[in-house]
């Protein structure tokens, strides 16, 4: 998640990964561009790999190259993971986050937009996401859903978790360019019931239904 939304601390609840820092909006922003253009060239660096045909001789010069850029990155590093960080304006940054993160070469990414009633967001799956040849791997599908389906939950104003998730995968999801879309389907009290689907130009690739829980204590939210 970036931008501005409620944080279990603005309702003095104490949720482990949550930081508050005192980086103004525009150090955040600029650091954010900085560190998305490393991750862009790791993501390509993991397709390189994935695709290469190189002789072993290369791919040892290379390992041992890339071994020396870790050995620099790790001369500064966090103690654990990024967690979410948020400043006094609420600017939120999850670098780390394996969906979206700005840091996390992992992170197709998804850049989810909020329209009134729906989460939708486009991606392209290159070879880093393979699963039977040519297809999406069934638990990447799953993740992708399950992090549009709860900023839906979330609609950016609450915290929603992940209760249950259950997926119909109808056909194979093709590599390539795909869209998601995901939205409320009725609230009872701390349960959010959400539909989400991911599409290729053929139609519905994958449905999921999802019940997603409101922790006791954090902030209900008001209207979006
Ligand atoms: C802008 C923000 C963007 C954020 C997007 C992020 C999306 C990513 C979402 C995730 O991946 S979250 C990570 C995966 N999920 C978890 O790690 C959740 C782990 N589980 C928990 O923390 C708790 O089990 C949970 C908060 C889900 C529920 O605990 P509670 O103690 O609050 O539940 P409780 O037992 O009081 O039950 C409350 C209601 O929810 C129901 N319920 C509880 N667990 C459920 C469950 N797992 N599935 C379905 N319903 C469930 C329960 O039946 C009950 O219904 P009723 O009120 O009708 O009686």
């Given at each position: 998640?970036?931008?501005?939304?409620?944080f279990?601390?603005?309702?003095?609840?104490?949720?482990?990964?949550?930081?508050?820092?005192?980086?103004?909006?525009a150090?955040?922003?600029?650091?954010?561009?900085?560190?998305?253009s490393?991750?862009?060239?790791?993501?390509?660096?993991?397709?390189?790999?994935?695709?290469?045909?190189?002789?072993?001789?290369?791919?040892?010069?290379?390992?041992?190259?890339?071994?020396?850029?870790?050995?620099?990155?790790?001369?500064a590093?966090?103690?654990?993971?990024?967690?979410?960080?948020?400043?006094?304006?609420?600017?939120?940054?999850?670098?780390?986050?394996?969906?979206?993160?700005?840091?996390?070469?992992?992170?197709?990414?998804?850049?989810?937009?909020?329209?009134?009633?729906?989460?939708?967001?486009?991606?392209?799956?290159?070879?880093?996401?393979?699963?039977?040849?040519?297809?999406?791997?069934?638990?990447?599908?799953?993740?992708l859903?399950?992090?549009?389906?709860?900023?839906?939950?979330?609609?950016?104003?609450?915290?929603?978790?992940?209760?249950?998730?259950?997926?119909?995968?109808?056909?194979?999801?093709?590599?390539?360019?795909?869209?998601?879309?995901?939205?409320?389907?009725?609230?009872?009290?701390?349960?959010?019931?959400?539909?989400?689907?991911?599409?290729?130009?053929?139609?519905?690739?994958?449905?999921?239904?999802?019940?997603?829980?409101?922790?006791?204590?954090?902030?209900?939210?008001?209207?979006?």
């Open positions: 998640m970036t931008g501005r939304r409620s279990p601390e603005e309702s003095a609840v104490g949720v482990g990964g949550f930081v508050r820092e005192d980086t103004p909006t150090e955040v922003d600029r650091r954010e561009a900085v560190m998305a490393l991750t862009g060239t790791v993501r390509e660096l993991i397709d390189a790999t994935i695709r290469t045909t190189v002789d072993d001789d290369e791919v040892h010069r290379i390992r041992d190259g890339l071994a020396a850029l870790v050995a620099r990155l790790r001369t590093q966090l103690p654990g993971p990024a967690g979410i960080r948020y400043n006094a304006e609420l600017r939120s940054w999850n670098w780390g986050n394996a969906v979206m993160g700005a840091a996390n070469a992992i992170a197709p990414p998804l850049r989810v937009q909020h329209d009134s009633s729906v989460c939708h967001a486009d991606v392209v799956l290159g070879a880093a996401y393979e699963g039977p040849p040519g297809l999406v791997h069934g638990g990447v599908s799953a993740m859903l399950d992090h549009i389906m709860g900023e839906a939950a979330s609609a950016m104003r609450r915290t929603a978790f992940t209760g249950t998730l259950t997926m119909r995968y109808r056909r194979g999801t093709p590599l390539g360019p795909l869209h998601l879309e995901a939205s409320i389907v009725r609230e009872e009290g701390r349960k959010i019931f959400v539909a989400g689907s991911i599409s290729d130009a053929g139609g519905a690739t994958v449905e999921a239904d999802g019940v997603f829980i409101q922790p006791v204590g954090t902030p209900a939210g008001g209207g979006r």
